[in-house]
């Protein structure tokens, strides 16, 4: 090995983790989409599955801290699964993938550790809450996406 920095090693790295979070995103993305399949008609007559609700909280451009706009949404989604049997959260929000892709990521994951937080301090259990990875996005998406995360019931 040479001890020589060509200067590839980070660009490599990043490529890297971008290349991680994706392959991780699929599976996890995947196993939702198979999880989700329409059922086969039901000759009873029952009534069908109530679609799962989905709440999102926007935070401000470059920030972590929830905004107080946000607490709506988590109030009721907290409320939800407590008062549902075997309800579970599923946490998950992207990031740009572009330039600073590294610290998009990471900005994301502290917006998704700090929605977690917010519910369980308001009486959801953690064996209710699932984080998924954060998934890459395209620079050319919509900015709003970059700056939300999605809260579903299950």
Do not use: W, Y
Not at 67 to 78: F, S, T, V
Not at 87 to 112: C, E, K, T, W, Y
Not at 130 to 141: D, G, K, T, V
């Amino acid at each position: 090995m040479s001890d020589t920095n060509d200067g590839t090693e980070k660009p490599a790295f990043i490529l890297l983790t971008v290349l991680v979070t994706a392959v991780v995103a699929g599976v996890i993305g995947l196993g939702v989409a198979k999880s989700h399949r329409a059922a086969p008609p039901n000759p009873l007559g029952a009534q069908a599955e109530m679609p799962q609700p989905v709440d999102r909280v926007r935070f401000d451009p470059g920030q972590d801290s929830i905004p107080i706009d946000g607490q709506p949404a988590l109030n009721k989604m907290a409320q939800s699964a407590r008062s549902t049997d075997g309800a579970v959260i599923v946490i998950s929000g992207g990031f740009n993938a572009g330039r600073d892709a590294a610290a998009h990521q990471a900005l994301a994951v502290r917006r998704l550790a700090q929605i977690r937080h917010a519910l369980e301090a308001n009486g959801v259990a953690p064996s209710q809450l699932i984080m998924a990875a954060p998934s890459p996005l395209p620079p050319n998406s919509d900015p709003r996406l970059f700056d939300q995360i999605d809260m579903r019931l299950q």
